[in-house]
């Protein structure tokens, strides 16, 4: 059987049986070269498949889990933060904490080493000490060595001491060396500011000195010394009839409440600096 020619011209008849229009009707610029034309992608074929997260899938593992008795088996010890000013009679290190949110004032009754010794240590900490002193040689060569070449331990005049500006990243402990009987000073305990001050004894305006102090440490004094002591700090006779037999290097500190003997033992390069440990200058 035969069926008719189709009339339709050449250019026509792929549309009439695709029912679909060409991609390229040619011109006469054409070069002969027939363009690749890419047609649209279904809908499911567009539609990309995402994971969750991003990079490439991690190893496939179980997730760490405890009971709950176990979990005091997961610990961590952690000390206090600050000053490391020797070990107590258990062999502990003894730290006192300078840099604190509330003011805090220390009365030292004891000699220019170990004051000397607290401000080091202070400043190994990161905060700014200022010592305020009337006898500046005894403290310029330690504020020279002090810090590696910055400066971080200031000496001021009596009665000069500027305002510090304490702050939680720049803590400041200014030390008083100002004698038997220290005067009234401009600048005074703050948050993030300590002020320790350094009695060479137990004199009598030394009663107001330790009533108002928060932390009191006391090296060796006269049997006299301890009567004071008693009626203001309320200390035990068991421990201050050690008050004075004390070594050089031994302290009491104590607080209403709390009452501890600590041995600073200093290091190479403190002894370098400041010598062996000596309770008089």
Known sequence: MSFPASTMPPGQQGRAVSGRTPAHVASPTDTG????????????????????????????????????????????PIGDDGVIIGADPEQQPAVLGLSRPTPFDVVLVGGL?????????????????????????????LAQAAGGGQQCVTVYPVGRVPAQGPSVSSPVVLIRDCGIRPP?????????????????????????W???????A??????????????TLGIPDEQLDHLPALHDSVALWC???????????????????????????
Do not use: C, Y
Request: no cysteine.
């Open 210 to 216: 330790l009533a108002q102090a928060h932390l009191v």
């Open 184 to 208: 009234r000073g401009r600048v005074t305990s703050l948050p993030w500011q300590a002020v320790v001050t350094v009695l060479p004894f137990v004199g009598e305006h030394a009663p107001r």
């Open 113 to 141: 080493w170990l004051a000397q010794v607290l401000a080091l240590r202070a400043a190994a900490t990161g905060a700014r000490v200022g010592v305020e002193t009337g006898r500046p040689q005894a403290w310029q060569q």
């Open 218 to 231: 006391i090296q060796r004094i006269s049997p006299q010394e301890t009567e004071i002591v008693r009626d």
């Open 33 to 76: 070269m027939i363009p690749i034309i890419r047609q649209p992608q279904a809908a499911q074929q567009q539609r990309r498949i995402f994971s969750p997260g991003f990079g490439l899938r991690g190893p496939r593992r179980n997730r760490h889990v405890v009971t709950a008795d176990e979990l005091a088996a997961i610990s961590m």
């Open 255 to 281: 607080t209403r409440k709390h009452r501890k003997f600590v041995m600073t033992e200093p290091t190479d390069a403190e002894t370098g600096l400041l010598g062996v440990a000596r309770r008089m200058d």
